[in-house]
């Protein structure tokens, strides 16, 4: 009889077994979370239907992880949602956001400044003679002392970016672009019509007064080759790039050599070698928002993943893409900058990450 209960208990334990094996998550045990991504303005995105699918149903990827865990490091929190970031130098520099949050490094802390305004503050650039953030109620002024509201006017203007030469700023706003001159910190915005464009715009990037280039929806790249503080269209055109690429694009970066990369949702960088785009495969749907490297051979993006939780930051190094390991998973960010190919800074959703490199 106790054999008998003995071989019984023996049985149900396997079927127990069996019958745990068979309701675990074909992807591990995790059960896939809800397909749903905040933007970094505040809008929700879905994503595309063909990309509308758990985790367990995309083929598993190589292990891309970068092999020091320890590269970036959270180092600050933010009061809500950071939007930007840009510095003069290593000890100066500065994260925008929500509410019109606006933080500063002094080289060894993070600290909240004071601002007048309370509208929400997209993107931030500037010079060693001024400092100018943007958001949906105009622009703010750093005058080495305090923050102060620009040009009156532009309150109801609802910049992304923004980006300088060296005598005039230039900001994306939706479907149309605007300028001013730096002489002032009063000047008011003028409008700069564009005929080629058609789509809204997120990102600009200004290489000087009469080179700017500026990203947005559905794949739309335009530059601008002379006279660009002007009103007029004639010098603005739509740049050729590669076949197919229809995603929205949020940001660029332009290196001296005329290299340019650009990102955008559904894990899209895109790649000019000074003469023509072609599209580079990072094998990720991360919504990338931005874009920073020290050198073409050094370029990181950042951005919101939807699938998986660890591929927020990607780094170029000339011949592979790769995924940083960050200090925990759910990191969103919408922004990054930095110094050289040690000291880089990324901002998002309350929070701050510092890169320090190498060892």
Wanted: hydrophobic residues 35%; glycine residues 10%.
């Amino acid at each position: 009889m106790l054999r008998y209960l003995t071989s019984l208990t023996l049985v149900l334990a396997l079927v127990a077994c069996s019958s745990d094996e068979g309701t675990k998550d074909p992807d591990g045990g995790t059960p896939d979370t809800a397909l749903t991504d905040q933007g970094p303005k505040g809008e929700t995105f879905y994503p595309d239907s063909a990309d509308d699918q758990s985790a367990s149903d995309t083929k598993p990827s190589p292990d891309q992880t970068s092999t020091n865990p320890s590269d970036w490091a959270e180092v600050a929190q933010a009061p809500d949602v950071l939007n930007g970031v840009w510095g003069l130098d290593a000890k100066q520099v500065f994260a925008v956001g929500k509410g019109g949050v606006i933080m500063s490094w002094d080289g060894s802390k993070w600290g909240a400044m004071t601002n007048p305004e309370t509208f929400d503050l997209t993107a931030i650039w500037g010079n060693a003679t001024q400092v100018v953030a943007v958001g949906n109620g105009g622009d703010m002024i750093w005058d080495g002392t305090s923050w102060t509201k620009g040009y009156s006017g532009s309150s109801s203007y609802a910049f992304e970016d923004v980006s300088g030469g060296a005598t005039y700023l230039f900001a994306a706003a939706g479907t149309s672009l605007y300028y001013r001159s730096m002489s002032s910190t009063s000047t008011y915005w003028s409008s700069i019509y564009v005929s080629s464009l058609t789509k809204a715009v997120h990102g600009v990037w200004a290489a000087g007064d009469n080179e700017v280039y500026a990203v947005g929806d559905d794949g739309v790249i335009i530059q601008c080759t002379a006279s660009c503080p002007s009103y007029s269209s004639s010098n603005w055109s739509a740049m050729t790039t590669p076949k197919g690429v229809t995603s929205h694009l949020h940001a660029l970066h332009r290196f001296s050599n005329k290299e340019m990369f650009a990102v955008g949702l559904d894990g899209t960088v895109l790649h000019y070698d000074g003469s023509k785009w072609t599209e580079m495969q990072l094998n990720t749907s991360t919504y990338f928002y931005g874009v920073w490297g020290s050198d073409p051979k050094d370029v990181w993006v950042v951005g919101h993943s939807l699938f998986k939780p660890d591929e927020a930051v990607w780094h170029y190094d000339g011949t592979s893409w790769t995924k940083s390991q960050l200090p925990r998973d759910n990191i969103k960010l919408n922004a990054v900058w930095g110094t050289g190919a040690n000291d880089v800074w990324a901002v998002g959703p309350s929070t701050i990450l510092h890169y320090k490199g190498q060892p």
